[in-house]
């Protein structure tokens, strides 16, 4: 009982959702669709009328000595059957019509809403190892299957109406035809529900499964690193991991086809037994001269008529109910808070002065047991340029996260312009701050776009994206592009290149640059530059930054030694600051790896 009702629960909820969604796609495609689909399936009872009248006018004039006469009625309905085929299948075409409309809108709309949505959430959501699970299935599953989803919404009422169409002949003049007919059909659907539960509980556990292989999948066939698989040589052992999972899906999967399958044959027996007695039936009603001939074969059409419309209109909804999980894990998705865009929170003003300051900041990750940050303490001052140094792993990225306020601190204040990042409105705050991440991304349309989305306001300015390439000395390369600014960086458009590693990176401290922040972080930007260009390239940024807040994360002593102040963070402290000389005076750990650094290049 308990699940027949969480069955209709979740039907319930899948038809209220979609029928919003579409409603708010594109309402009159829809109604249109809907409309003509089911009108269409209603001509059949003209369609059968006809039919029989035409059977019974031939009979009828069986060696009429007057055939001429008997003839022109036969064409009167031959045309009429000519025009109701004619008006049936433009009504099919233009129901035809507004599904690949919604269809299309549909795709339009539900990108738009996945990407936006996404680009929204906060950030410890979205690195949430459970977040990322769903989401993968929401964003790998959502065109397809709310396309099905689309089609059978649509197509329900239209099989409804084809079934009732087909029976309403038979409520007047025979219901127990009516009621007989659909008796029939428990059998089967009882075993289709049944096999509904098991086929969803079989989900669920090859679901884990399927996210192996797809794992394996995406190393094989969709590898970033596609040069690294063929040095491994791994392609047969990923290959063979793919194969025997898959071996394992089938092996489960096929034993319940067969029995879903035995069943479904076996029920199906009953209600064609049923179905065929019904010719006899009608056989016997016409020798006994209770029906004519032509009632007989469009009572036979009608019965055909209404178990095709019938098993299309079951199919579609377990289709629809199939789908219900997917659905379930969109509607999650799309009501997922999205904190940062709202008007909440103090506004920093443009001429605010924006010095960074850590009190006390204890800080772990959620989910993790370890504390990355005991206690920090740091102070940086507006207009200074500030280098922190660190080993790997040592929270040197997580300080950034904090200062965007990405991520709050379990005790202590992260404060900007005197103002905890907490309380602060955070898009206001995000426009005077530019962080080139470690991992940043490319923006590659054009060499243009990948600069200046860092101000969108200004994206079509060359001029001002062609000054802030020259600081990050990547001006010349691009203009001796094929298409200069508009050449794409990347090989899937025509004209496109690709700019290797360190280019990439002078292109994002580009865009860093043109964003124009007052503070301005870049997380290991020159780890790939060679040492002329980075010499350059520290050179006007200290030039251009003089007005800015500067902070660089690097392993490079070369340019760490150039900042005003150096940090040091060990094991969740500041542990040593100052400038290069004060901190080789004071020989500590900072003076240990400048020398160690040094040596090597001895
Ligand atoms: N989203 C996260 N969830 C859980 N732990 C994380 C997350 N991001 C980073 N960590 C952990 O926090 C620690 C600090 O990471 P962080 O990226 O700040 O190091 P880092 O100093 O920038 O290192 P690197 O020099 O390699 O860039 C690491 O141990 C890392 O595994
Ligand atoms: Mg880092």
Redesign the pocket.
């Given at each position: 009982m308990r699940n027949r009702f969480s069955a209709f629960g979740q039907m319930g909820f899948i038809l209220k959702f979609i029928t919003k969604f579409l409603w708010q796609t594109d309402k009159w495609s829809l109604v249109a669709a809907v409309v003509t689909n089911t009108f269409n399936s209603t001509l059949i009872i003209p369609d059968l009328y006809l039919g029989k009248v035409f059977f019974d006018t031939l009979v009828d004039n069986v060696k009429n000595p007057q055939p001429l006469q008997a003839f022109q009625i036969i064409l009167w309905l031959v045309a009429a059957r000519l025009g109701l085929q004619i008006l049936r299948s433009l009504t099919n075409r233009i129901g035809g019509y507004y599904v690949r409309i919604l269809f299309m809108k549909q795709n339009q709309k539900l990108e738009v809403m996945i990407g936006t949505k996404y680009a929204t959430i906060s950030v410890p959501t979205i690195?949430n190892p459970e977040f990322r699970d769903r989401y993968q299935r929401v964003e790998r599953e959502s065109n397809g299957r709310f396309r099905s989803v689309t089609e059978n919404f649509v197509r329900i009422p239209q099989y409804i109406s084809g079934v009732v169409s087909a029976l309403s002949i038979f409520v007047v003049t025979q219901p127990l035809v009516a009621f007989l007919s659909l008796i029939s059909l428990i059998p089967a659907l009882s075993v289709e529900r049944i096999f509904i539960k098991k086929d969803f509980e079989l989900d669920t556990e090859t679901m884990k499964i399927h996210r192996v292989r797809g794992l394996y999948y995406f190393f094989l066939a969709r590898a970033r690193s596609y040069m690294e698989l063929k040095l491994l040589n791994i392609h047969k052992y990923l290959g063979g991991k793919i194969k025997s999972a898959w071996q394992e899906i089938i092996d489960k999967r096929s034993s319940l086809y067969k029995s879903r399958r035995t069943w479904a044959f076996l029920a199906g027996i009953a209600d064609d037994t049923v179905s065929y007695s019904f010719d006899a039936l009608f056989a016997y009603q016409f020798i006994i001269g209770r029906i004519t001939i032509g009632t007989a074969q469009a009572y036979i059409r009608a019965i055909a008529n209404f178990k095709q419309n019938f098993s299309n209109l079951t199919a579609a909804v377990l289709e629809l109910y199939e789908n219900h999980l997917y659905l379930k894990d969109l509607v999650w998705f799309l009501n997922l808070d999205s904190p940062y865009y709202n008007n909440f929170g103090i506004k920093l003003t443009k001429n605010a002065k924006l010095q960074i300051k850590f009190e006390d900041v204890w800080f772990k990750?959620?989910?993790?047991q370890?504390w990355?940050l005991k206690g920090v303490n740091l102070e940086i001052d507006a207009h200074q340029n500030v280098a922190i140094i660190?080993?790997?792993?040592?929270?040197?990225?997580?300080?950034v996260?904090l200062m965007c306020g990405f991520y709050s601190p379990q005790k202590g204040r992260v404060l900007i312009g005197n103002y905890d990042v907490k309380k602060l409105n955070k898009p206001r705050l995000w426009d005077q701050i530019a962080v080139l991440f470690?991992e940043f991304d490319a923006y590659n349309t054009s060499a243009r776009e990948s600069i200046g989305v860092g101000r969108i306001e200004k994206i079509t300015d060359i001029a001002s994206i062609s000054k802030h390439a020259k600081m990050s000395d990547i001006d010349t390369w691009i203009k001796s592009l094929p298409k200069g600014y508009e050449t794409p960086l990347s090989r899937d458009f025509e004209d496109g290149v690709i700019p290797s590693t360190g280019q990439w990176q002078r292109i994002g401290i580009a865009r860093a640059l043109f964003r124009d922040p007052k503070i301005l972080v870049l997380?290991?930007p020159t780890s790939n530059v060679d040492p002329q260009a980075e010499e350059d390239v520290f050179n006007n940024l200290l030039k251009y930054g003089h007005e800015k807040t500067l902070v660089f994360?690097s392993?490079r002593f070369s340019t760490v030694r150039r900042a005003d102040r150096i940090l040091l963070?060990e094991d969740g402290k500041i542990t040593e600051q100052g400038g290069h000389d004060q901190l080789m005076d004071l020989n500590g750990q900072y003076a240990y790896l400048f020398n160690l650094q040094a040596k090597s290049y001895q």
């Open positions: 690195e990750y959620p989910q993790s370890n990355i660190g080993s790997n792993g040592v929270g040197k990225t997580t300080l996260k470690q997380d290991e994360i392993h963070l």
